[in-house]
T-cell receptor, first 112, second 110 residues
Framework: DAGVTQSPTHLIKTRGQHVTLRCSPI?????VSWYQQVLGQGPQFIFQ???????GRGNFPDRFSARQFPNYSSELNVNALLLGDSALYLC???????????FGEGSWLTVV | QKEVEQDPGPLSVPEGAIVSLNCTYS??????FMWYRQYSRKGPELLMY????GNKEDGRFTAQVDKSSKYISLFIRDSQPSDSATYLC??????????FGKGTRLSVIA
């Protein structure tokens, strides 16, 4: 069975640019969450979507946005990139609730 | 005070040792407790999941939750070099986003 898949795995962007990260959840999972993990820290919650509706949002600026598609895949968009946005962006999926979530391998974003 | 505190280590032990990893937390609403293992440059992998207080065992791994002390532990018996990774504790109040500790970096030396 395929786990959570994310793309791209690595990317380098310049300050001020925009980035789109993509995620496909585990088959049958309807909930997708996004987390940001800065080096040396634990993951920080950004967004949760369930059945294409936003169910939660973490303490991130409006430059961060996300959406979920009818096939339950999701994308995370970040505008006006800052150096501090450099991190591992993790997508996680779950059946319905947030209590048991499974992570993908992440997208490594470097902003220069 | 951060909601979840976890000693970042690093922790270095010889092969075969018993490893104890711990987290403390401040939010008494937390009811769901997880441990994730994260290898270098990989996504976190769910190891153990516990609801409320008590113990849970899975092979060489045992998770303990003491809600009265707001303290959770993960024990690894007969540790192996392949256990070398960062271990993240995470918790939630139930259908709320997971709150993670910083992670403890473990090295098991052969």
């Amino acid at each position: 069975d395929a786990g959570v898949t994310q793309s791209p795995t690595h990317l380098i962007k310049t300050r001020g640019q925009h980035v789109t990260l993509r995620c496909s959840p585990i088959s049958g999972h309807k909930s997708v969450s996004w987390y940001q993990q800065v080096l040396g820290q634990g993951p920080q919650f950004i967004f949760q979507y369930y059945e294409k509706e936003e169910r939660g949002r973490g303490n991130f600026p409006d430059r961060f946005s996300a959406r979920q598609f009818p096939n339950y895949s999701s994308e995370l968009n970040v505008n006006a990139l800052l150096l501090g946005d450099s991190a591992l962006y993790l997508c996680a999926s779950s059946l319905a609730d947030l209590n048991t979530i499974y992570f993908g391998e992440g997208s490594w974003l470097t902003v220069v | 005070q951060k909601e979840v505190e976890q000693d970042p280590g690093p922790l270095s032990v010889p092969e075969g040792a018993i490893v104890s990893l711990n987290c403390t937390y401040s939010n008494s609403a937390f009811q769901y407790f997880m441990w994730y293992r994260q290898y270098s440059r990989k996504g976190p992998e769910l190891l153990m999941y516990t609801y409320s207080s008590g113990n849970k065992e899975d092979g060489r791994f045992t998770a303990q939750v003491d809600k009265s002390s707001k303290y959770i532990s993960l024990f690894i018996r007969d540790s192996q070099p392949s256990d070398s990774a960062t271990y993240l504790c995470a918790m939630s109040a139930g259908n709320t986003p997971l709150v993670f500790g910083k992670g403890t970096r473990l090295s098991v030396i052969a």
